[in-house]
């Protein structure tokens, strides 16, 4: 059975950081493609980051590039995204998310697996 764990979330001043962690078991995320996706309240889910090609590629939304570091411990099993300078329009819940064939995908729907989420909030 698959499982996708996320931690880390938190309530932080704009311009703080927080690591978000996801651990996987019942797959090897460098096996799979991983993603990170997040939703505020009244908007739609949309894509944050991916990990994939063996945790070798990144990908990331403009929204977050140079503020925000997918990446991935294979001998944890597990996925961060380090989140640098946050805005508190970084405010949402974010999830966990694999897929052996999402290599890269920014499309929810390409991916199977879905953590419960964890919110994270930035104060201005």
């Known amino acids: 059975q698959v499982q996708l764990e996320e931690s880390g979330g938190g309530l932080v001043q704009a311009g703080g950081s927080l690591r978000l962690s996801c651990a996987a078991s019942?797959?090897?995320?460098?096996?799979?493609?991983m993603g990170w996706f997040r939703q505020a309240p009244g908007k739609e889910r949309e894509f944050v980051a991916a990990?994939?090609?063996?945790?070798?590629?990144?990908r990331y939304a403009d929204s977050v590039k140079g503020r925000f570091t997918i990446s991935g411990d294979n001998a944890k099993n597990t996925v961060y995204l380090q989140m640098n300078s946050l805005k508190p329009e970084d405010t949402a819940g974010y999830s966990c998310?694999?897929?052996?064939?999402?290599?890269?995908?920014?499309?929810?729907?390409?991916?199977?697996?879905w953590g419960q989420g964890t919110q994270v909030t930035v104060s201005s």
């Open positions: 990990l994939f090609y063996s945790g070798s590629t990144t």
């Open positions: 019942g797959l090897i995320f460098s096996s799979n493609g």
């Open positions: 998310a694999a897929d052996p064939w999402a290599l890269g995908s920014p499309s929810a729907g390409d991916y199977n697996y």
